[in-house]
């Protein structure tokens, strides 16, 4: 082949992830600016899949690992919730983490800041994995593992780059249930990675020994997992290419006060939307481990097993949602899940009551709904906000959501089932459900007003 019709190494970059040039062969300015969803949406899955794996990482360590390091002078099931406490942490602390990133995105921009809050979350991460315990440093081993949670928290707030915002906003028409659906593939992705690290060391390792240094290899995984994401996504946001999109949908802080203003209803209606698939987030993943742990005959190992495989189908499911949200919409999808988890929630005690066999199937269907409802919960009120408040009015409607659906989800069930019954499960999942179903209702009349 004669050397002169080889592209250059300028020409085989611009053409990377960009649209095929028309007409003389020569891409426009326009098509050299544009930005392919799909590249987008490789950045939102890697950034999230991390993000969820450090979750899911300190959240099974809340069930087999904290009640015996740093709480082991209390009973057990004392332990576990005080663990579940320093676990909500993290999500109340994250809108400051997103507010201060933000602060420091306007004046240092955008890599900066997402350098910032992935370092400050491997640190955090990493630090709990050399923490002594309780009977080494006493309560001040608790104290540290509080101030790394909240570290985490401060980071998972901080690291909002609004790939996401840009990819729904890019994605092709008709086509926006489909890639709403993308993003949220890294919390299974996230909880299977863990959930498998964790039943190969508990059955592999004897119980000294896991609770020794065992149980510490995934929180160094999890430092290694974010800096090879951080890197992936500071490749994507640092680019002309993405700079300029992100500019021109003005996805780039606004003023908190303004956004409260002229559309805190939007916010909080937002917050409020899709609380039935927050709350399901935990009643499916961290508390029944919980439960079985403390209750339960099952072998942890096994029930580990059961969650992987319901994280898979959990996983398969969400481009289902993708596609039936794209032929009756995202808020209609998210409107008939609320109710199917609503119909769920009453079986829930039955199940989670009946041996193995139950708490399996507890476990599969409810990843299925997870997966079905969680895959649309992104963003579906968020695209109310005018393009201005959007990038940071889309932040902050995430942090309220796992604030108000998730954060004490598996404090509040485990002290109230072993209390009054697992019957508060169900009523948890079912006030989760119906104010799912009003929030939805007061949006669309709000919506229909509007254009009145």
Known sequence: MNSSTLPTAGQHLATVGQPLPRGNGVATKEEQDAVAPGDIAVGVVIGRASEYFDFFVYGIASVLVFPSIFFPHMERLEGTLYAFALLALAFVVRPIGTLVGMEIQRRFGRSVKLTVALFLLGISTCTIAVLPGFNTWGGAAIG???LCRIGQGLALGGSWDGLPSLLALNAPPGRRGW?????????PIGFLIAAALYAYLWSSLATIDFLSWGWRFPFFAAFAINVVALFARLRLVVTHEYEKNLEEHELDPCDVDELFEKQGTTLFIGAFAALASYALFHIVTVFPLSWVMLYGDQNVTQFLIVQIIGALLAAGAMPISGLIADRIGRRSTLGMLATT??????F???????????QNIFILVGFVLLGLSYGQSSGAVTSNFLPHFRYTGAALTSDLAWIIGAAFAPLVALGLSAKFGLWAVTAYLLSGAIVTLVALRTNRMLTMKDKD
């Open 144 to 146: 540290l593992l509080a």
């Open 179 to 187: 890639y709403a659906m993308l993003g949220q593939l890294g919390a």
């Open 341 to 346: 988890i609503g119909i769920f929630s009453l």
């Open 348 to 358: 829930a005690p039955i199940l989670l009551d009946s041996g193995a066999m139950g």
